[in-house]
């Protein structure tokens, strides 16, 4: 079976350049996890999906960041436009149910020059 | 922050001693989950306890949780170089899932 899968692994960019980030989720997950991992930190909540309907998304600036899931499958997370300290690395996971064990996918690594 | 604590920050040992990680979380908790991520890696789940379990044991692993002080601990046993890595705790409250700080371990063999 396969995992998460994320891409791209690394993504180099000028400030103010927009970018974005694609998941897909293991089959037949329905809850889907966007998180931020800074250096030395453990991974903060960006967005959760269930189906297609983000249900939480408290932590998402919106005014740069934005995410869908259409038709409930894979995913997608923009920063438009990025800043420097965006540069983090971005993980993306799925579970079922939603409080169960989570499966992360490797991560995109973001640097913002 | 809404992170957990992790404690301690960093553990080194020498191979085939046993590592022990703490970790304190804020609010009630449906489960509490313990991760390891290698470098540059994504999360790799552990072990999974519930809130009405004290003690559960997974291979070398052995995970405590004490709801009156909401608190849990992770002790790896005889650890191996392989197990150099970072380690998170996740509490689990309704549909939230919350990380900790991490620990990194550094087995020396």
């Avoid at chain 1, 967005?47 to 995410?67: G, H, M, T």
């Avoid at chain 1, 996971?93 to 996918?105: C, I, K, N, R, Y």
């Avoid at chain 2, 920050?9 to 022990?20: K, R, V």
Wanted: glycine share 8%.
């Amino acid at each position: 079976e396969a995992g998460v899968v994320q891409s791209p692994r690394y993504k180099i960019i000028e400030k103010k350049q927009p970018v974005a980030f694609w998941c897909n989720p293991i089959s037949g997950h329905n809850t889907l996890y966007w998180y931020l991992q800074n250096l030395g930190q453990g991974p903060e909540l960006l967005i959760r999906y269930e189906n297609e309907e983000a249900v939480d998304d408290s932590q998402l600036p919106k005014d740069r960041f934005s995410a869908e899931r259409l038709k409930g499958v894979d995913s997608t997370l923009k920063i438009q436009p990025a800043e420097l300290g965006d540069s983090a690395v971005y993980l993306c996971a799925s579970s079922t149910p939603p409080s169960g064990e989570l499966f992360f996918g490797e991560g995109s690594r973001l640097t913002v020059l | 922050s809404q992170q957990g604590e992790e404690d301690p920050q960093a553990l080194s040992i020498q191979e085939g001693e046993n590592a022990t990680m703490n970790c304190s979380y804020k609010t009630s908790i449906n489960n509490l989950q313990w991760y390891r991520q290698n470098s540059g890696r994504g999360l790799v789940h552990l072990i999974l306890i519930r809130s009405n379990e004290r003690e559960k044991h997974s291979g070398r692993l052995r995970v405590t949780l004490d709801t009156s002080k909401k608190s849990s601990s992770l002790l790896i046993t005889a650890s191996r170089a392989a197990d150099t890595a970072s380690y998170f705790c996740a509490s689990v409250g309704g549909n939230k899932l919350v990380f900790g700080a991490g620990t990194i371990l550094r087995v020396k063999s």
